[in-house]
T-cell receptor
Framework: DQQVKQNSPSLSVQEGRISILNCDYTNSMFDYFLWYKKYPAEGPTFLISISSIKDKNEDGRFTVFLNKSAKHLSLHIVPSQPGDSAVYFC?????????????FGTGTRLKVLA | DVKVTQSSRYLVKRTGEKVFLECVQD?????MFWYRQDPGLGLRLIYFSYDVKMKEKGDIPEGYSVSREKKERFSLILESASTNQTSMYLCASSFPQGTEAFFGQGTRLTVV
């Protein structure tokens, strides 16, 4: 049962344009949503997060939007740069067994074309 | 800077071997996690720990065990390695609030 879903395995965008990565979830008890970026043969690095009580969080070129009624979040990257080419994972944190654990989606591979 | 260090970047082991993957964090985090990453499957949680000597099963614990004798160190043990355990293994740590987890660089394990 996939609680966090990224339905687009890949996305290609021209340099300078907007990249929009999407994520859907099923559990309304998630408290935080996070985006991670991963290069091949490296560990994921944290990009940006949003609390479940907010609907938008912005950090430089990265903005995350949360639509709780639709159980949907998206990551916007503006403007996209070639160095943004990586796999992006959406994650959600849920309280269970005495602490928070992180549940990840399957990832979206972003390719930014120069 | 938070640092999560995994003992090996690449490992090749034989079927049936007992394998130890070590992870150390320097941020005094209570929580530590082991994930594996496989193409098309994302990151799947194997085990996690929220305190010394405490451990909880994740979504795919079969064939694995863990050890947390000190707060900064979390070990993943493959009791008898099998070829279907060939994967990228990722260790992470966090404070208990669920806001952000920090990952190590990963260990690419190949079981032959």
């Amino acid at each position: 049962d996939q609680q966090v879903k990224q339905n687009s395995p890949s996305l290609s965008v021209q340099e300078g344009r907007i990249s929009i990565l999407n994520c859907d979830y099923t559990n309304s008890m998630f408290d935080y949503f996070l985006w991670y970026k991963k290069y091949p043969a490296e560990g994921p690095t944290f990009l940006i997060s949003i609390s479940s009580i907010k609907d938008k969080n912005e950090d430089g070129r990265f903005t995350v939007f949360l639509n709780k009624s639709a159980k949907h979040l998206s990551l916007h990257i503006v403007p996209s740069q070639p160095g943004d080419s990586a796999v992006y994972f959406c994650a959600a944190s849920a309280l269970g067994s005495g602490t928070y654990k992180y549940i990840f989606g399957t990832g979206t591979r972003l390719k930014v074309l120069a | 800077d938070v640092k999560v260090t995994q003992s090996s970047r690449y490992l090749v082991k034989r079927t049936g071997e007992k394998v130890f993957l070590e992870c150390v964090q320097d941020m005094d985090h209570e929580n530590m996690f082991w994930y594996r990453q496989d193409p098309g499957l994302g990151l799947r949680l194997i085990y996690f720990s929220y305190d010394v000597k405490m451990k909880e099963k994740g979504d795919i614990p079969e064939g694995y065990s863990v050890s947390r004798e000190k707060k900064e160190r979390f070990s993943l043990i493959l009791e008898s390695a099998s070829t279907n355990q060939t994967s990228m293994y990722l260790c992470a740590s966090s404070f208990p609030q669920g806001t952000e987890a920090f990952f190590g660089q990963g260990t690419r394990l190949t079981v032959v």
